[in-house]
């Protein structure tokens, strides 16, 4: 028996979680700014991902349906990475390495979208996960590079651009990429 249901012929599951995870990130990176221009980036962030969840509720026959062992696996691992990115600035705090915060959470999140991979059995959070790793080891990067200075760059940074990786990850498994690639006659790797 499988331990996930899919119909064969409705593709791929619908991306739920780089979608909250994406405003997620969105809204950590554009608080990191704080002036008037993150507000405009939050109510940009905010529109987007309504836009893509609409997109999502049409695809609702995208659902996969885990089998119950799959699903305690995924639910310990969103239970997990709740717990770090709520525990994990605290702590980092404590030890005198608060600048990397935004760094690790973001870390915890790639592996974790590594992890949900195998039961959700989607390869593309492998490289979904891959390049918000190196999206928060470039944040780590610029934390621990200019003391002082380091902080305030690496936080919009890091939540930036996990953002948009985390977007465009999820407007691909809902197709909105090929059908911007279609309309617009562009060829974009990995778009059919």
């Known amino acids: 028996m499988p ?16 979608i909250v995870l994406g405003l997620l990130a969105w809204v ?6 704080g002036n008037g221009f993150a507000t405009v980036l939050v109510a ?11 997109v999502r509720r049409r695809n609702a026959a995208m659902a996969v349906t885990l ?16 717990a770090g990115v709520v525990l994990l600035p605290s702590l980092l705090s404590l030890v005198d390495y608060g600048e990397l915060a935004t760094a690790l959470s973001a870390a915890l999140v790639g592996v974790l979208l590594i992890q949900a991979s195998t039961v959700l059995e989607e390869r593309s ?13 470039f944040g780590a990067f610029l934390a ?16 930036l651009c996990a953002g948009i990786v985390l977007w465009v990850a999820a407007a691909r ?15 974009i790797p990995g778009i059919r």
């Open 173 to 187: 498994r809902l197709g909105i990429l090929e059908d911007l690639s279609r309309r617009y006659n562009v060829r």
């Open 67 to 82: 089998h119950p062992e799959r699903k305690r696996r995924m639910q310990r691992l969103i239970v997990i990475g709740v």
């Open 28 to 33: 950590v990176g554009a608080g990191g700014l």
């Open 144 to 159: 621990l590079t200019y003391q002082g200075q380091g902080t305030g760059s690496a936080v919009p940074v890091t939540g």
């Open 125 to 137: 959070l492998v490289a979904t996960g891959g390049l918000v790793l190196l999206v928060a080891a």
């Open 3 to 18: 331990y996930t249901m899919r119909q064969p012929s409705l593709g791929v599951p619908v991306p739920s979680l780089e």
């Open 44 to 54: 940009l962030g905010i529109f987007l991902t309504a836009y893509l969840w609409i």
